[in-house]
């Protein structure tokens, strides 16, 4: 079973970024049906991990997810990495596995 179920998902380009080119965005497909599959290898990561090894890139889907019967908004960057928003506080997910270069953009930095 899975732990979580997406309940909306939409592309958006606008996420601040020090990439000038949004064009690295256009093909970048993620949906529902492999959302779940590409954030199987995420873990959770620290705010300065989050800051220097990964790309924030302009490509970004937002969301809400369901998790223990209740919504949660999340955002997922081209750059490997995820926010899950809760009321108090944000945590952050990323991967570094391999599996992760089928469905992102770049990969973070070791």
């Given at each position: 079973?899975?732990?979580?179920?997406?309940?909306?998902?939409?592309?958006?380009?606008?996420?601040?970024?020090?990439f000038?080119?949004?064009?690295?965005?256009?093909?970048?497909?993620?949906n529902?049906?492999?959302?779940?599959?590409?954030?199987?290898?995420?873990?959770?990561?620290s705010?300065?991990?989050?800051?220097?090894?990964?790309?924030?890139?302009?490509?970004?889907?937002?969301?809400?997810?369901?998790?223990?019967?209740?919504?949660?908004?999340?955002?997922?960057?081209?750059?490997?990495?995820?926010?899950?928003?809760?009321?108090?506080?944000?945590?952050?997910?990323?991967?570094?596995?391999?599996?992760?270069?089928?469905?992102?953009?770049?990969?973070?930095?070791?």
């Open positions: 079973a899975d732990l979580f179920k997406i309940i909306s998902l939409s592309k958006t380009n606008n996420y601040p970024s020090s000038e080119d949004t064009s690295i965005c256009v093909n970048w497909d993620l529902k049906d492999n959302l779940p599959s590409a954030l199987q290898s995420f873990k959770k990561i705010t300065p991990e989050w800051h220097y090894s990964y790309d924030h890139l302009p490509c970004a889907y937002e969301g809400e997810l369901l998790y223990n019967g209740i919504t949660y908004p999340f955002s997922i960057n081209g750059g490997s990495w995820l926010t899950i928003s809760y009321p108090d506080s944000v945590l952050r997910y990323g991967c570094k596995d391999s599996s992760c270069t089928d469905y992102f953009l770049s990969s973070p930095n070791e």
